[in-house]
């Protein structure tokens, strides 16, 4: 497996987006972390997820079995504005809007496969 049981309570951060990841994943990922890592960011955006991931992903936080501050969801095109509230209500930090030039963070991964950081303001030529 990708994400081994005894790892997750050491994550941070988890970074998962545009790999595909459908509702079952995400909420195998909700109930199988136990102990839950408290993660200050979980990447989901650009993937299959529907209503059906988000609302279990939404209940493990709301239930306090899975901990995070910050969740990215844009571009899952199958999440209905009742999973955008229900989301947004269970983590404060629910993030569902698009990227833009004068909104970030945008995650960035070198081409060379070094660490993954946060691209900043200064990364970028006007």
Request: proline share 9%; charged share 25%.
């Amino acid at each position: 497996p990708a994400l081994r049981r005894e790892h997750a309570p050491a994550l941070r951060e988890l970074h998962l987006s545009t790999n595909g990841i459908g509702s079952e994943g995400v909420r195998a990922l909700a109930e199988l972390c136990h102990p839950s890592p408290k993660l200050a960011a979980l990447s989901l955006h650009d993937n299959r997820i529907s209503d059906e991931g988000v609302f279990a992903l939404a209940d493990a936080i709301s239930g306090g079995s899975f901990v995070v501050e910050k969740v990215t969801l844009h571009t899952n095109p199958a999440v209905s504005a009742e999973g955008v509230r229900r989301m947004t209500e269970a983590c404060a930090g629910a993030d569902f809007a698009e990227p833009t030039p004068d909104r970030g963070p945008t995650p960035y991964i070198p081409l060379d496969h070094t660490p993954q950081r946060w691209l900043e303001r200064g990364d970028v030529d006007k």
